[in-house]
């Protein structure tokens, strides 16, 4: 038992979320050197999906290969078993990202200094806060010129709905940047550009009035560095690892990820606070991850890699006990036992079989199509993990089979990209028509690309005026027959079976909202 809490209490599992180039992959691939779970610079690639000239689908591909390899990246670093989960470059996939969200203890944001908080920093921590997951902030490319540091905390404050407190401040920016003053440990770290961080870079400096400030950095710097901690000691509040913790005020750092500058700082800090793993609510009760019996769920799933076998592996994340290999496990959607002969941890690009994982980490299961995403497995009771959220799409189209002697393959293929989370479909009750929802343009490429390449089919995509699709509650059975009876037409069943709402209209929705008091209209299916 001591031997499987002290396994758990090692454990961190995070995310890094930013705006496509803010400097996610450059950071990721520090963070992996320091602890040593690779040797070179360049072994992390970026899952960008770069939209050229060349086929975006060899791009989509080359993006799932990476994806798959790089969706844990785990090491050990001080003792600890860091779990670093991957998430998607590219927004039109920004649903993934939320997904992974629902798998982590915390998350790294990484903001450029010069374009501050950009849309998808602001979507993603968005998601966090809806979870109160805890946040710390890296202020990345102070090796350029950016915005000043107070104007930009402002912004973080502001634009995302935080609180803020700076652990590390810098010293000038761009040509000017002299390094960063830790506020945390109380010691000045000299920058020097693609360097490595060495020890004698790193001074401490318990009292910033000391005269061999200026012997440092210079007189200037000495000035500015001295007036601007003294603000940040007056403005944002003294630390606390539990206000972190609870998601009330997260931490800023300062620093340059590919001239690896401020990353060693952050890294170090974020393992003496960063949550171990953390309780997660199921429908029926709160799971503790010192309990002893297993139980996770899946919160992502990649297919058909190798088109010739149909496999997949589903990413699940263990929330309690100790998860063996070959032992069964109830599978509670089918409501049948399951054993994995072969469970897979990513150490970056290694993969290896273990006989055992703890609570925090993240396993690869392979299998042949028994999974969707939010899956719970048990060792028996019954439990189904919440926060696995379906978003209301944004982009819609009918999707018609185009070759109908491959009518199989493409209601199978549909069914199964749908599982693995690529889209969202609504089957209109009216009319039997099928309607793809996705958050992106691209995802009505990859479905059809992917229909193709894997299952043989073909499919073809038709207008649909839609504005937003709507979960719809009601606790009250007549006033919801009353309203699927006069809004006949515009009612969908997701792949889940829940009862859909289709909008044509902002207009039409808000009038809806307004005859129907007694329904509920909701914009995720939790
Ligand atoms: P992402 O995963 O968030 O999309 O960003 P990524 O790490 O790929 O970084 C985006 C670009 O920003 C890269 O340049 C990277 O080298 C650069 N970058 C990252 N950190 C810093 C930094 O601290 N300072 C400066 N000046 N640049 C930084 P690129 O030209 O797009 O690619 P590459 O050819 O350099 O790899």
Redesign the pocket.
């Known amino acids: 038992m001591t031997d499987f809490l002290s396994e758990l209490h090692r454990r961190r599992t995070f995310a890094i979320v930013?705006?496509?180039?803010?400097?996610?992959?450059?950071?990721?691939?520090k963070l992996l050197l320091f602890g040593g779970a690779i040797q070179t610079a360049g072994a992390v690639k970026?899952?960008?999906i770069k939209r050229s000239t060349v086929s975006d689908f060899m791009e989509i591909e080359r993006q799932r290969g990476i994806s798959v390899s790089t969706s844990v990246m785990g090491f050990e670093y001080r003792n600890l078993q860091i779990n670093i989960l991957d998430t998607p470059?590219h927004e039109d996939f920004a649903e993934d990202t939320y997904r992974t969200l629902t798998a982590v203890d915390s998350a790294i944001v990484?903001v450029d200094v010069a374009n501050g908080v950009e849309k998808q920093t602001e979507k993603l921590t968005k998601v966090c806060r809806m979870r109160d997951t805890p946040i710390i902030f890296f202020v990345?490319?102070?090796?350029?010129e950016g915005k000043d540091a107070f104007d930009l905390l402002d912004e973080i404050e502001q634009k995302l709905s935080v609180k803020v407190t700076p652990l590390s401040w810098p010293i000038g920016m761009g040509q000017r940047f002299r390094g960063v003053y830790n506020l945390y440990e109380k010691k000045l770290v000299l920058f020097r550009a693609h360097g490595k961080q060495e020890d004698e870079d790193i001074i401490v400096f318990e009292d910033l009035s000391n005269p061999e400030l200026e012997k440092h950095i210079g007189e200037t710097a000495a000035r500015e560095l001295r007036n601007e901690v003294e603000v940040v000691e007056t403005v944002y509040p003294a630390f606390k690892a539990e206000d972190y913790q609870n998601g009330t005020v997260c931490p800023v750092f300062f620093?340059?990820?590919?001239?690896n500058?401020g990353v060693k700082e952050m890294l170090d800090c974020f393992v003496e606070i960063a949550p171990t793993p953390l309780p997660r609510h199921t429908e029926e009760r709160l799971v503790r991850p010192e309990e002893q019996k297993m139980t996770g769920f899946v919160f992502k799933i990649f297919a058909n890699m190798d088109p010739k076998h149909r496999d997949r592996i589903a990413f699940f994340r263990i929330c309690s006990g100790k998860f063996e290999r070959n032992t069964n496990y109830r599978h509670i959607r089918l409501g049948r036992d399951v054993k994995f002969p072969a469970p897979t941890m990513f150490m970056a690009s290694k993969k290896t079989i273990l006989e055992e994982a703890y609570p925090g980490d993240v396993v690869g299961l392979y299998d042949s199509g028994n999974f969707k995403i939010g899956d719970t497995l048990t060792e028996g009771e019954l439990l189904h993990f919440r926060g696995i959220p379906a978003f209301s799409p944004e982009q819609f189209r009918y999707v018609e089979n185009a070759d109908p002697l491959k009518t199989k393959q493409f209601v199978k293929g549909l069914e199964q990209l749908m599982d693995e989370g690529v889209a969202q479909m609504f089957t209109r009750q009216s009319d039997g028509r099928r309607i793809v929802g996705t958050v992106g343009q691209l995802q009505f490429e990859v479905i059809q690309h992917r229909l193709e390449s894997e299952y043989g089919a073909k499919c073809r995509y038709e207008p649909v005026n839609l504005h937003k699709a709507c979960w719809v509650h009601a606790t009250d059975q007549k006033a919801l027959d009353e309203f699927l009876d006069r809004r006949k037409r515009d009612i969908a069943r997701d792949n889940d079976d829940n009862l859909v709402f289709l909008a044509e209209t902002a207009w039409i929705l808000q009038t809806v909202q307004e005859n129907f008091p007694g329904i509920e209209f909701r914009f995720t299916s939790e």
């Open positions: 930013a705006h496509p180039d803010a400097g996610k992959t450059t950071l990721t691939e970026s899952n960008k470059g990484v990345n490319k102070m090796d350029r620093g340059s990820a590919v001239n500058f």
